[in-house]
């Protein structure tokens, strides 16, 4: 069936670090793929996505690219801020489905 | 204006009673969504509505889950019955139809606690 699978966490990395969160999915055809964000204490906010083969999702310095030949969509920050820690989602939508389907979440603590 | 509200923002019960969680989208969104997230875990989905009528009830667990939105808007999701395995955080979310593709906003969700 439909399944998103990322890493593990919690991940913990000092400020400035780089940042991988990998995330890999299960689906038929060419769902759209997303990352999402939840600040503590707040709701769950879009933070990119990307809606087909060899696309770039970009925003606040993550960037995450739609790779079909390996099914994955990884989320990398080059130099990651304390304001960054937060869980983050990696989900996907099938083509012509409305429902988001999303991976168990990874916890990132950033120090300073 | 403003986001996606949901209330309660905390519901505590007892075994056996019934719950009601409501969530207003935001205004002029057409579709809305309904995830449950228990602990640890991402949200799943339950039940999404395009207008008035659910278009896909497939992630409801069981038939003790039920939800409406009579007007289009504000929905309600009920629960009967309830049951321990059933604490979890509720999440509402909505999204237009025919701007980014399944762009869904979501809100600050209803912790449920089941006794």
């Known amino acids: 069936g439909n399944s998103v699978t990322q890493m593990e966490g919690p991940v913990t990395l000092s400020e400035e670090a780089f940042l991988t969160i990998n995330c890999t999915y299960t689906?038929?055809?060419?769902?759209?793929l997303f990352w999402y964000v939840q600040y503590p204490g707040e709701g769950l906010q879009l933070l990119l996505k990307a809606t087909k083969a060899d696309d770039k999702g970009s925003n606040k310095g993550f960037e995450a690219t739609y790779r079909k030949e390996t099914t994955s969509f990884h989320l990398e920050k080059g130099s990651v801020q304390v304001s960054d820690s937060a869980v983050y989602f990696c989900?996907?939508?099938?083509?012509?489905?409305?429902?988001?389907?999303f991976g168990k979440g990874t916890k990132l603590t950033v120090n300073p | 204006g403003a986001g996606v509200s949901q209330t309660p923002s905390n519901k505590v019960t007892e075994k056996g009673k019934y719950v009601e969680l409501r969530c207003d989208p935001i205004?002029?969104?057409?579709?809305l969504y309904w995830y449950r997230q228990s602990l640890g875990q991402g949200p799943e989905f339950l039940i999404y509505f395009q207008g008035t009528g659910a278009a896909d009830d497939s992630g409801l667990p069981n038939d003790r889950f039920f939800a409406v939105r009579p007007e289009g808007s504000v929905s309600t999701l009920k629960i009967q019955r309830t049951e321990r395995g059933d604490s979890a955080v509720y999440l509402c979310a909505s999204s237009s139809r025919g701007t980014s593709i399944n762009e869904q906003f979501f809100g600050p969700g209803t912790r449920l606690t089941v006794l």
């Open positions: 989900a996907h939508a099938q083509g012509g489905s409305e429902k988001l389907v």
């Open positions: 205004s002029g969104h057409t579709a």
């Open positions: 689906a038929t055809g060419y769902p759209s």
